[in-house]
């Protein structure tokens, strides 16, 4: 069974830029299409970013032009480059597969991203 471990979060100053890594301890299909989620305090878990088998991308409308998802399939990892970030970025952070109805691997811990001054 695959496990998804998220890191890279940490206490950032409004403006300032992360990076978050999503790794897998197994191999990931190169068709399956990954994304990035994050989950604030009493609220939806949401997709925020996603990247395709065609290396095409789609991100919400918070997110867009602020943060850039890719991926490296040799190496079954996913990233996320947050940059100009706001207070309203801060969730915790989680990786998995996209695409809508499609089963999902087991959910791993996150990393928490705190946007203050």
């Known amino acids: 069974q695959v496990q998804l471990v998220e890191s890279g979060g940490g206490l950032v100053q409004p403006g300032g830029s992360l990076r978050l890594t999503c790794a897998a301890s197994?191999?990931?299909?190169?068709?399956?299409?990954m994304g990035w989620y994050r989950q604030a305090p009493g609220k939806q878990r949401e997709l925020v970013a996603a990247?395709?088998?065609?290396?095409?991308?789609n991100y919400a409308d918070s997110v867009k032009g602020r943060f850039t998802i890719s991926r490296d399939n040799a190496k079954n990892t996913v990233y996320l480059q947050m940059n100009s970030l706001k207070p309203e970025d801060t969730s915790v952070y989680y990786c998995?597969?996209?695409?809508?109805?499609?089963?999902?691997?087991?959910w791993g811990q996150g990393t928490q991203v705190t946007v203050s001054s």
């Open positions: 197994g191999s990931i299909p190169s068709s399956y299409a």
């Open positions: 990247i395709f088998s065609s290396s095409g991308t």
């Open positions: 998995n597969r996209a695409a809508a109805g499609t089963w999902r691997y087991p």
